[in-house]
């Protein structure tokens, strides 16, 4: 099984709003992230999760929370978004690489959020 | 610091002739290269991978890539296009050094266009 799953696959939410993003990956990967994707751009790092552990945290705003409850979950809790954060959430996957030689990332489809 | 150009952000072709998509990286260190695609409003791919073995890479959907160290380059083949190869596809360097060797820096992307 080489998927990442991704819930839900669209949501709108308001700005008062409380919702989750979630992810689900049974590769046994330790390394797990969400990145953020605008139309016609490339994927911005948002978080990444090492061993159940936030090792990046790329100055994302407080109103993102990530959680990483064990190996094979991650989620993105929201709360008070703007307009501007609606775009296409990514998780992604990949086994801890240490070696020059690297690992790929596995990503899931997305969950394309609406800030109304 | 690495760092990946992708030297055109449009490419258009007719079906059945090749398809060349250009990326030059910049590294200090041996790279890990990947070519990512993402047709629209989906996730992203893997389609291949460099990781210091092969300097011809060969991946999914019929699609190769050449690491040229001497031009730092990892330019994206394929021999005939089809329809379903539209897409917008990501030349992708892993980061190297402390840290940071479960980021991905990512090209602008390509682009492409496949005409009947």
């Known amino acids: 099984d080489t998927e990442v799953t991704q819930t839900p696959k669209h949501l709108v939410m308001g700005m008062t709003n409380k919702k989750s993003l979630k992810c689900e990956q049974h590769m046994g990967h330790r390394a797990m992230y969400w990145y953020k994707q605008k139309a016609k751009k490339p994927p911005e790092l948002m978080f990444v999760?090492?061993?159940?552990?936030?090792?990046i945290n790329e100055s994302v705003p407080s109103r993102f929370s990530p959680e990483c409850p064990n190996s094979s979950l991650l989620n993105l809790h929201l709360h008070a978004l703007q307009p501007e954060d609606s775009a296409l959430y990514l998780c992604?996957?990949?086994?801890?690489?240490?070696?020059?030689?690297?690992?790929?990332?596995?990503f899931g489809q997305g969950t394309r959020l609406t800030v109304v | 610091a690495q760092s990946v150009t992708q030297l055109d952000s449009h490419v258009s072709v007719s079906e059945g002739t090749p398809v060349l998509l250009r990326c030059n990286y910049s590294s200090s260190y041996s790279p890990s290269l990947f070519w990512y695609v993402q047709h629209p409003n989906k996730g992203l791919q893997l389609l291949l991978k460099y990781t210091s073995a092969a300097t011809l890479v060969k991946g999914i959907n019929g699609f190769e890539a050449e690491f040229k160290k001497s031009e730092t380059s990892f330019h994206l083949t394929k021999p005939s296009a089809h329809m379903s190869d539209a897409a917008e596809y990501f030349c992708?360097?892993?980061?190297?050094?402390?840290?940071?060797?479960?980021?991905?820096?990512w090209g602008l992307g390509t682009s492409l266009a496949v005409n009947p």
């Open positions: 999760y090492s061993y159940e552990k936030l090792s």
């Open positions: 992604a996957s990949s086994q801890v690489g240490r070696q020059v030689g690297g690992t790929e990332a596995f």
């Open positions: 992708v360097v892993r980061a190297i050094g402390a840290g940071n060797n479960r980021k991905l820096i």
